[in-house]
Structures are given as C-alpha cells and as structure tokens.
C-alpha cells in the first residue's frame, strides 16, 4: 500500500518494511501536448552529513556521475524528453551500503538549461518522484508536485534520513529559481 504524500509529510521506511534496504527513487514527468517544446528533467542524489555538506563532490550523484564510491547509489541514466509511461529516470539506494557518516540522501530535480529556456515546474505536467521497494517492485511512498512549486527551476522533492536508527523519508517540495550549480553550493558541492 503506498502513501501518497503531502509537502512535509513522512514516512518511517524501516517500520513499513522492516526489511526494506533496496529502493528506487524513480521520477516522472509527461511531455506537454502544445508546443515543440521539452523539458528535460533530472534526478539527482547527494550524500550528506549531520553538518548539511557532502563529504566530497564525488556523493553528488546524477546522469554523468552515476555510482558513488561506497556503492549505495546508482543513477540508471538519464532521459531527456519524459516520453513513456512510469518512472522516466531512476536511482537505486541501497540503505545497507549507505556509510554511517551520511545523515541523509537528499532527493533534487531540476530542469536542464531552465533558465536559458525560460522553463520552470510550473510548466511540467505530471512530476512525481516516488519510492518503491526495489525487491517486490511496490510502490511506498509518492510525492506529486504542486501549484506552488510552479517558478521554480531546482527542486528538492524529498529526503531520506537516518532518526534513532531507522531510515525515514520526509517530501520537502522546497525549491529555487537558480540553476543547480547555485543549489549543490549550498550543499558543499564544488560545481
């Protein structure tokens, strides 16, 4: 049974499945009718620790960077349009190989060339970044984006964190109208 949640809404993944250690992060978006238009959307991970920053810029992981040293993340590549039904670009976590030093995985979509493009979500039909359980193929948790992303060019759609030894995930819909290198600053990233 999935959970569809609400901005700041959580999920406790280790007491919905106490054996849930393989999921994918799996983000959609459909391609819009009118226009020539696309949209280029793309999911991203960073690693963090307690302090908000990444150990290195090697825990930023997306479409040019798709493992991450300790073998807990893997980016499967990256699609430039959104056409297709289900997940149009997906990470795998693997919450047993997350090194005990991260405190969190933080979820980030952004929107290729926005700005050049004049793009931003409020343009997007349809994206949603969900969890599955990787083992069964189930669906645990989805965040839809909402009206008030709609000026937005980088998005944080959600996190999954470490709390009293478990694994939780919380949807954040926060965002920023920059490009991605101005976010994965703020996270200690030398983009």
């Given at each position: 049974?999935s959970?569809q949640?609400?901005k700041g809404?959580n999920?406790?993944?280790?007491?919905f499945d106490?054996s849930?250690?393989?999921?994918t992060?799996?983000?959609g978006?459909?391609?819009?009718?009118?226009?020539s238009?696309t949209?280029?959307l793309?999911a991203?991970i960073?690693?963090?620790k307690k302090?908000g920053?990444?150990?290195s810029?090697?825990d930023f992981?997306?479409y040019?960077?798709?493992?991450?040293d300790?073998?807990a993340?893997?980016?499967t590549g990256?699609?430039?349009t959104g056409d297709g039904?289900?997940?149009d670009?997906?990470i795998?976590?693997?919450l047993?190989?997350?090194p005990p030093?991260?405190?969190?995985?933080?979820i980030?979509v952004?929107?290729?060339?926005?700005?050049?493009k004049?793009?931003?979500f409020g343009?997007?039909?349809?994206?949603?970044?969900?969890?599955?359980?990787?083992?069964?193929?189930?669906?645990?948790?989805?965040?839809?984006?909402?009206?008030?992303?709609?000026?937005?060019?980088?998005m944080?759609f959600?996190?999954i964190?470490r709390?009293?030894?478990?694994w939780?995930?919380?949807?954040l819909?926060q965002g920023i109208?920059g490009?991605l290198?101005q976010?994965?600053?703020?996270h200690g990233?030398?983009?």
């Amino acid at each position: 049974m999935s959970l569809q949640l609400e901005k700041g809404g959580n999920i406790n993944l280790s007491k919905f499945d106490s054996s849930l250690i393989n999921i994918t992060v799996g983000l959609g978006w459909d391609v819009r009718q009118s226009g020539s238009e696309t949209f280029d959307l793309d999911a991203s991970i960073l690693l963090i620790k307690k302090d908000g920053r990444v150990r290195s810029d090697k825990d930023f992981i997306f479409y040019n960077q798709r493992n991450s040293d300790c073998g807990a993340v893997h980016h499967t590549g990256d699609n430039r349009t959104g056409d297709g039904d289900g997940d149009d670009e997906s990470i795998h976590v693997f919450l047993n190989k997350v090194p005990p030093e991260i405190h969190k995985l933080i979820i980030c979509v952004s929107i290729f060339d926005a700005l050049k493009k004049k793009q931003n979500f409020g343009q997007v039909l349809n994206a949603c970044v969900r969890l599955v359980n990787k083992d069964n193929n189930e669906e645990v948790a989805r965040f839809d984006l909402s009206e008030e992303a709609s000026t937005y060019t980088v998005m944080t759609f959600g996190e999954i964190y470490r709390f009293q030894g478990e694994w939780k995930s919380r949807a954040l819909g926060q965002g920023i109208n920059g490009d991605l290198k101005q976010f994965l600053q703020l996270h200690g990233v030398d983009a």
